[in-house]
């Protein structure tokens, strides 16, 4: 993949600068650009139609959990991303991997290791850390699987909706941030409900929010 379009999303400098490193060693000529925040990195994809991959850091501002890996690839469906994550527990590795990311790097990652994964990412596989499977919950990943084949499954548009519900807006309001009819928000709603299979907006609010969990937990974790 010479010359390559690669966006890196992480808000630490010393570690795009190891990024760049590892992906200057891996693919000659690539082209580099760099967010600090998701709403940046999303108007770096609009502005480079050619981009290939993204490394996305787990935590960096306006990313809440796994959200933004799953909105990427709702939108963006031949967008390769990588996570890149100090939080390197198995169930988050999985978590990643099931939410549609190619690959998930541990901050903590030598040079070795981050050009190992790219390799392995360009090579069309799917790449995580040895002994990956340490603290994974059998039960929790078969569960985000079938949601990651859920939220898939949506529209870029539904998936817009189902944020707003997930925030609590009724479809008045959705209508009026979104520019559309409220009776298409409706039919947006229906839809979603049928895809995520629930029977109420509570719920698929509550199917949304689980992919911020791990975000939040780890975070109240380092606090502690």
């Not at 925040?37 to 609009?46: N, V």
């Not at 901050?107 to 050009?115: H, P, W």
């Not at 898939?152 to 959705?174: E, F, H």
Request: aromatic content about 4%; hydrophobic content about 45%; glycine content about 4%.
């Amino acid at each position: 993949m010479i010359g390559a379009q690669v966006a890196i999303a992480d808000d630490h400098p010393l570690f795009r600068a190891a990024l760049k490193q590892a992906i200057i060693d891996c693919i000659p000529n690539a082209g580099m650009l760099e967010a600090e925040c998701f709403s940046e990195l999303l108007k770096l994809i609009e502005q480079t139609p050619t981009l290939e991959i993204i490394f996305l850091d787990l935590h960096m501002p306006g990313n809440d959990g796994f959200t933004g890996l799953t909105q990427l690839v709702n939108h963006y469906p031949d967008l390769i991303i990588v996570m890149v994550s100090s939080d390197c527990n198995g169930d988050n590795m999985q978590k990643a991997i099931n939410f549609g990311a190619s690959a998930f790097i541990p901050k903590s990652a030598d040079l070795t290791t981050i050009a190992t994964a790219i390799d392995s990412v360009l090579e069309g596989n799917v790449w995580l850390p040895e002994n990956n499977q340490e603290g994974v919950d059998q039960q929790a990943a078969l569960n985000h699987q079938k949601l990651a084949k859920q939220l898939a499954s949506l529209t870029p548009q539904q998936y817009n909706v189902l944020a707003q519900i997930a925030d609590g807006q009724l479809n008045k309001q959705i209508a009026y941030d979104l520019k559309i009819q409220e009776t298409t928000v409706k039919k947006h709603v229906s839809a979603i409900l049928e895809k995520l299979q629930v029977n109420n907006r509570t719920l698929a609010g509550l199917a949304y929010q689980e992919l911020m969990h791990t975000a939040a937990e780890n975070e109240a974790l380092v606090e502690s």
